[in-house]
C-alpha cells in the first residue's frame, strides 16, 4: 500500500541554521506529495506541494523537490527561525476516484530552533 | 478568505457517552474528510465525502458514522466511547465548486476530544 516514511525526530537547529527533513514514500502510480505544518495547538496548515516528478514546491523560504527516482521528498530551508518551531508532516495524495483522494502521512517531525 | 470550521473545539465525554463533531467546509467545496489524530501520532483518515455521498472509508470504528449534508457540511457521530478515542478530530475540505481545481486539501482547526 501507499506509505510516507519520514525522518526520526525531533530535531533541534540553532538559528540560521540549514534544515533538511528527509522523507520518502511508497506509492503505486504517482501520487502527489505535500508537506503540512502544526504549529502548537493549531491545525495543519499546508507548506508546500508538488504535484509531478521534477516539480518544485516553495513556499516561506521553505522548498522539496518531487524526486521519482529516488522515491522522495525532502524539506529544505536555508536559514531556519524560531517561528519556524513546528511539527512537520509529509503526505502523499492518491486517488484515482473523484472525491476519493486520501492523504496519507509519515509520522512527523518535531523541529525546534533555538535563539 | 474563509477557512474550514469545526465546532466544538474541545469537548470532554465520559466512557460509553456518544459525541457529535461539526465541520463546515470553505465555502462551495464540495469534498470533506475527517482524520484522527492520537497523541504523538500522524492522522489517520477515517472517512471522506464527495457531493454528499461516502467517497472512501479508513480506519474508522463501527462506533463511529458520518454524514455530509445538503450544505455540505458534515457531522462525525461517535458512540459507546472508549478512553482510546481521545485524539484530536480533524476535517478537511477540497474544492470542487469553488473552481479549486486543485488536490489541496484544507485543513480546520481539529476538535479536540478527551474521553474520561
Known amino acids: 500500500g501507499n506509505s510516507v516514511t519520514q525522518m526520526e525526530g525531533p530535531v533541534t537547529l540553532s538559528e540560521e541554521a540549514f534544515l533538511t527533513i528527509n522523507c520518502t514514500y511508497t506509492?503505486?502510480?504517482?501520487?502527489?506529495l505535500f508537506w503540512y505544518v502544526q504549529y502548537p495547538g493549531e491545525g495543519l496548515q499546508l507548506l508546500l506541494k508538488?504535484?509531478?516528478?521534477?516539480d518544485k514546491g516553495s513556499n516561506k523560504g521553505f522548498e522539496a523537490t518531487y524526486r521519482k527516482e529516488t522515491t522522495s521528498f525532502h524539506l529544505e530551508k536555508g536559514s531556519v527561525q524560531v517561528s519556524d518551531s513546528a511539527v512537520y508532516f509529509c503526505?502523499?495524495?492518491?486517488?484515482?476516484?473523484?472525491?476519493?483522494?486520501?492523504?496519507?502521512f509519515g509520522q512527523g517531525t518535531r523541529l525546534t530552533i533555538n535563539p | 478568505a474563509a477557512g474550514v470550521i469545526q465546532s466544538p473545539r474541545h469537548l470532554i465525554k465520559e466512557k460509553r457517552e456518544t459525541a457529535t463533531l461539526k465541520c463546515y467546509p470553505i465555502?462551495?467545496?464540495?469534498?470533506v474528510y475527517w482524520y484522527q489524530q492520537g497523541p504523538g501520532q500522524d492522522p489517520q483518515f477515517l472517512i471522506s465525502?464527495?457531493?454528499?455521498?461516502?467517497?472512501d472509508k479508513g480506519s474508522i470504528p463501527d462506533r463511529f458514522s458520518a454524514q455530509q449534508f445538503s450544505d455540505y457540511h458534515s457531522e462525525l457521530n461517535m458512540s459507546s466511547l472508549e478512553l482510546g478515542d481521545s485524539a484530536l478530530y480533524f476535517c478537511?475540505?477540497?474544492?470542487?465548486?469553488?473552481?479549486?481545481?486543485?488536490?489541496?486539501?484544507?485543513f480546520g482547526p481539529g476538535t479536540r476530544l478527551t474521553v474520561l
Open positions: 503526505a502523499l495524495r492518491w486517488g484515482p476516484i473523484q472525491g476519493a483522494q486520501k492523504l496519507v
Open positions: 506509492a503505486t502510480g504517482y501520487p502527489s
Open positions: 465525502f464527495y457531493e454528499k455521498m461516502q467517497s
Open positions: 478537511a475540505s477540497r474544492g470542487g465548486l469553488a473552481g479549486d481545481s486543485t488536490d489541496t486539501q484544507y
Open positions: 465555502p462551495r467545496h464540495d469534498t
Open positions: 508538488a504535484t509531478k516528478a521534477d
